[in-house]
Nanobody
Framework: VQLQASGGGLVQAGGSLRLSCAAS????????MGWFRQAPGMEREFVAA????????FYADSVKGRFTISRDNAKNTVYLQMNSLKPEDTAVYYC???????????????????WGQGTQVTVSS
């Protein structure tokens, strides 16, 4: 599985961005998809995840109510709509997936086997 993230950029606080992650391979619809982010000097942290059917979504408390994850299995793509952005949302955002993710581990970085290259999101104050 190869993942290609895009859509990052520079935005003012309060603005919006939509990230996309295109996946190769026929297994996309079989896997949970997740977004993580990593700020300079910080650990990579969970942002959001969506189960393979799209029926359930999960969010970090810091983004709940502002970010929305969705997926289009026909296009092998997962999205992260980010609204009301804050300077503390500045980070490199990574999409990830893998066959070992289960309901109880969707927030665990170690449960994901495949990672995209990351896309930079910078929010100015």
């Amino acid at each position: 599985v190869q993942l290609q993230a895009s859509g990052g950029g520079l935005v003012q606080a309060g603005g919006s961005l939509r990230l996309s992650c295109a996946a190769s391979g026929r297994t996309f619809s079989s896997y949970t998809m997740g977004w993580f982010r990593q700020a300079p000097g910080m650990e990579r942290e969970f942002v959001a995840a969506i189960l393979r059917s799209g029926s359930s979504t999960f969010y970090a408390d810091s983004v709940k109510g502002r970010f929305t994850i969705s997926r289009d299995n026909a296009k092998n793509t997962v999205y992260l709509q980010m609204n009301s952005l804050k300077p503390e949302d500045t980070a490199v955002y990574y999409c990830a997936t893998g066959p070992r993710i289960i309901y109880s581990t969707v927030r665990a970085r170690g449960a994901y086997d495949y990672w995209g290259q990351g896309t930079q999101v910078t929010v100015s104050s």
